[in-house]
């Protein structure tokens, strides 16, 4: 599910870290620091609940359902650009793609176990708010970074800014045709890199204007992926 284990890092063992770069870190919609106002329209957030409930309470159907030839392979996904913008699609070209999430690795029940415990603890209920967090570095203040992609339409770039905004302790990159895969753009682990390392931050990664919310995904794009909600 990517680096939303750090936060845990952050409150629970501050001491053993030397720096943190997360980057289109996941969020969970159950943090009581985001305000309703961001969260109510966003598609996503039924949408996670849902596949929440199943997995939790139908884990037998859930690994039945995305093993079915009707289940929008990973192939499918990486052609909607309900999922990627074309920036990511392009780079999704030079990858070896999702081998954790093609049907053939699915259908192994210690892959999907994995996957599925791995979702519940990301989207599942907190023992802390990551937003009421203080520095674990109060001497060095460049050591915590969210990379972020502006047109990313799993993780809203939104959600990412109020986090950013609550702890004015991490510094905030927003890459501007950034989608969920931007680590495999050109550069951008190395720009990762050298401002973790060296502080140096480009002005192409500061967040760009505000904009309006992105349009809900509609029910049409639900169904050309063969997904019925």
């Not at 990379?147 to 990412?160: A, M, N, S, T």
Request: net charge positive.
């Amino acid at each position: 599910m990517g680096s939303y284990p750090i936060w845990s890092c952050l409150k629970y063992i501050p001491e053993r870290l030397a720096g943190v770069a997360m980057v289109v870190p996941v969020i969970n919609y159950r943090w009581p620091s985001f305000p309703d106002s961001l969260t109510r329209e966003d598609y996503r957030r039924p949408l996670v609940k849902l596949l929440y409930w199943v997995a939790k309470y139908t884990p037998g159907l859930l690994h039945w359902s995305v093993t079915r030839k009707w289940f929008p392979s990973p192939s499918v996904m990486e052609e909607k650009p309900v999922f990627f913008n074309k920036r990511v699609m392009e780079a999704l070209k030079k990858t070896e793609g999702f081998p954790m999430l093609t049907k053939e690795r699915l259908r192994e029940r210690s892959v999907f176990n994995t996957l599925r415990n791995d979702f519940l603890v990301c989207y599942g209920d907190w023992d802390f708010d990551p937003m009421e967090l203080t520095s674990p570095f109060p001497q060095n203040q460049n050591c915590v970074h969210i990379w972020q992609g502006y047109e990313d339409k799993i993780v809203p770039f939104e959600l990412q800014r109020c986090i950013s905004k609550k702890l004015p302790w991490i510094q905030y990159h927003e890459v501007a045709d950034g989608g969920h895969l931007l680590v495999h753009y050109n550069g951008l682990r190395e720009a990762i890199l050298r401002a973790i390392l060296l502080g140096e931050e480009h002005h192409l990664y500061r967040p760009s204007a505000d904009k309006k919310l992105s349009p809900k995904l509609s029910i049409v794009s639900f169904h050309s992926l063969g997904i019925v909600c």
